[in-house]
C-alpha cells in the first residue's frame, strides 16, 4: 500500500469548481458580447478563488484574448502553466519587477514617466518591441494617470521606439448600480482622451472601460474589449445590473457529515453555550469552520442535506460547524452536506454567504481558504481532480469540456 502524504484520503470538506459551468458561462458571455470586442477573463486571486491556471485552459479554448492579473507571482504561474496568451499586470509594478515583464512577455500598464523611459531601456536591452497599456484614472482615484494629465505621458510612450502603446484603459468605480451618472461621467472623460489620439492618428489596437458591470449595463463602453471577472465565475456583480439567462456559479462549498449528536431539552451546543435545545434535537457536525473561510456566525446560516435546509445551532468553530438535522431523519453519517451552491431544488448562493460575513460575494469567493482543496469538477461527470497545498495544478492534466 502506498501511504505517500500524496495519497492520503482527501478532507471531508471541500470547493468543487465546475468547468463545465464556467465553459458554459464564457459561451454566453461571448454570445452576447459583439463579435468584433474582445475578451479578457480577469482572473487575479487565484481566478477569484477557482484555480488561474484550470480557468485559463477552459478561457482559451473558448476565445479569450489573454488575462487580467494583479501580481507577478500569478502572472508567472500562468506562463510556467503553458499560458501563452496575452497576461495583462492591472496594477502597478515596482521597478524591479519589470525586468521580469519583459523577459516573459507579461503586458504592463504604465501611469507615469519613470516607469516608461525605464521599461523602454529594458525592452531595448532584450531586443524586444513592448506591448504597454496606460491606464487613465477617470475618477476612481486608484491607479492611473488623472484624464487630464494623460496627454504628456501618452506623448512619452509614443516617443520610445522599443514601445508600443496597445492598450488605453479606464476603470468603473460604479457601473452595476442603476444610477450611471458617475459610470458615466467617467466614460466621457476617458473618450476624450481617445478622441484626442484619433485627432493625432494614434492608432490604439485595444481601448477598454469595462468590468461585468459595465460590459452587462453599459454597453456603449464595450470599445474593443472588456475585462469580465465576477461574472465568468457565474455571480451577477450586483441584483440590479442586466442578468444573462443561464449564468451559473461556478464555485460550491461541500462537506460530509463527521458526528451526529442526540440533545435532551435543555442541552446546549458548542462553544459559549449558544444555542440551547427546547426539544430533542438531532444535530450534524459538519468539519468546517472559519479556519476555513466560513463567516463566524451563531444560530445563522445553513446547510443544504438531502436538499433540505439544516440550520446553523450554536456558534461556529475553527474547523466545525453544527446543523440541526431533526427534520432530516434520513440524514447519516458521512452524507453529504452544502455550504455554497445547490443541492436538490435548493440552493445557499454567494450573496446568501455574504450577508452572513457582512461583505460582497467577491470577498466570500476568493476567501475560501486553501485547506480546503479545490476539487475540479466537469458537469456531471464523475471526473475529479484534486488540487493540493504546495503544488499547482499545472502539474496534473488539464480536464476535457463534456460538450
Ligand atoms: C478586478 C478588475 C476587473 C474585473 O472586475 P469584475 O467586477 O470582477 O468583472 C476589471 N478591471 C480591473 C482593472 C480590475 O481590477
Redo the contacts with the bound molecule.
Sequence with gaps: MNLHSENFPQRPAWTEIDLGKLRRNLQLVRADLPKHVRL?A?V?DEA?GHGALDVARVAVEEGAWGF?L?TLEEAMHLREGGITAPLLL??ERQEAELEWCVAHDLTVCVNEPHAVHKLAKLATNFGKKVPVHL?IHTGMSR?GVRWDEALPLIEKILAEKSLSLEGV?T?FSQ??ETDKTFANLQFSRFQEILTALEQRKVPVKLRHA????G?LDLPQAHLDMV??????YGVF?SQVCRQIPGIEPVMSVKAKIAAIQKLKPGEVVGYGMRYTAKSERRIAILPIGYGDGFPRVRNEGSALIHGQRAPLVGGIAMDALMVDITDIPQAQMWDEAVLMGKQGGDEITVRDIAKLKNSVT?DVLTNWRLRLRRKSVNGNKTETRISRIGTNSAETEPIRANS
Design positions: 479578457m480577469v487575479k477569484y487580467g494583479s492591472l496594477g491606464k491607479y484603459m476603470h457601473s452595476d469595462c468590468n461585468s458591470g460590459f475585462r469580465t471577472g465576477i461574472l465568468l456583480p467577491y
